[in-house]
């Protein structure tokens, strides 16, 4: 045998012993991961696995007062309704309706016949800016039911113990023409009132111009 074929011998030899080294290697790592597989299965056979948290997850309401503020330009100022301050401290009713049908409204204000859908904090407002924040606040009932509650405080803080704020939040509630009735929820709290409202007119968008 030459040089040439006998390099040639080895060469084969060596390749093949390559392969037999790489199939052993093969078989090794399976039979460490089999063993692991079967480790690890044998380790969690007594853990239960943890059901998931949050697919039930229903989210609190939330029930926190509205605080709105008013609208920034002067063309939406000019569409609310406002009421001229009074100096007279007048004695307004703990309630009032409107619409013929008084008795009915202020007796289902009272028994919680209607869903209160919003209600709103009045205090520290000034008379101006409180009537800015009802005039929204309005329309936020409007847009979700009829009934909302006004919180604006006896009057016991302010100057003289004459409460300013009750009796102009009232007074604009009698004039408003939106505004059906009122009535105080609590006999021992005057210090605020349940509004029944108008209910919105929904637009027909298919409807037929006249």
Sequence with gaps: MNFQDALKDLGKQAREAAKLREQAEQEAKKIQQEQADVDFAALMKDVTPLKNAHANYVPPRDTSPIKLRPKDTESDKENHFYIGESGVILD????????????????????????????????????????????????????RGVCGEIV?????????????????????????????AYAQPSKNNDGAVRILVKRQRRIDPFAEEK
């Design 152 to 180: 604006h405080g006896s009057g016991l803080g302010s100057s003289g113990y004459k409460p300013v704020l009750k009796t102009m939040v009232r007074r604009w509630l009698m004039q408003h023409p939106d505004v059906l």
């Design 92 to 143: 307004i009713p703990d309630t009032f309706s409107k619409n013929g049908q008084g008795a009915n409204d202020i007796k289902r204000l009272l028994n919680g016949h209607y869903e209160v859908v919003a209600d709103v904090d009045l205090h520290g407002y000034t008379q101006e800016y409180a009537q800015e924040v009802l005039n929204e606040f309005i329309e936020f009932v409007q847009k």
